[in-house]
């Protein structure tokens, strides 16, 4: 499966208690169309993601950013401390494909490139 979205913040790294690192963020996708009335429609879905494969490409998942990701939605539901059943979905993300200009967050030690990366300082 593949979506396209904005991130709505930075990303972030976590350790499980296997003491291993996923980055995690989130991404809003947009959809519009037009309803039997001619009337246009925006939607916006969110979508909680993990990335697995490695931990550096968090420092170049900044707000705003536009991806597109390969992966696989996992559906869970579990009890809340309320005693109210949850639910949430997860995007498994495999493969993270930069459709925007990379802005690194550390900007003060950037380079003649104004904080934007290329393809050879990508760290995947």
Same mark, same amino acid.
């Given at each position: 499966?593949?979506?396209?979205?904005?991130?709505?913040?930075?990303?972030?790294?976590?350790?499980?208690?296997?003491?291993?690192?996923?980055?995690?963020?989130?991404?809003?996708?947009?959809?519009?169309?037009?309803? /039997?009335? #001619?009337?246009?429609?925006?939607?916006?879905?969110?979508?909680?993601? !993990?990335?697995?494969?490695?931990? @550096?490409? %968090? +420092?170049?998942?900044?707000?705003?950013?536009?991806?597109?990701?390969?992966?696989?939605?996992?559906?869970?539901?579990?009890?809340?401390?309320?005693?109210?059943? /949850?639910? #949430?979905?997860?995007?498994?993300?495999?493969?993270?494909?930069?459709? !925007?200009?990379?802005?690194?967050? @550390?900007? %003060? +030690?950037?380079?003649?490139?104004?904080?934007?990366?290329?393809?050879?300082?990508?760290?995947?």
């Amino acid at each position: 499966m593949n979506i396209i979205g904005r991130l709505t913040s930075d990303a972030q790294v976590n350790i499980t208690s296997q003491d291993k690192k996923v980055v995690n963020f989130s991404v809003a996708v947009n959809e519009t169309y037009k309803n /039997k009335k #001619g009337d246009r429609i925006a939607q916006t879905a969110f979508f909680n993601c !993990s990335y697995w494969l490695s931990p @550096n490409v %968090a +420092n170049h998942l900044t707000k705003g950013l536009l991806v597109e990701l390969s992966g696989m939605v996992q559906v869970s539901a579990w009890m809340g401390k309320d005693g109210e059943p /949850k639910a #949430g979905m997860n995007f498994h993300t495999s493969q993270i494909k930069f459709l !925007s200009a990379i802005q690194k967050r @550390n900007t %003060a +030690n950037s380079d003649s490139n104004n904080g934007t990366s290329t393809d050879d300082d990508l760290p995947f």
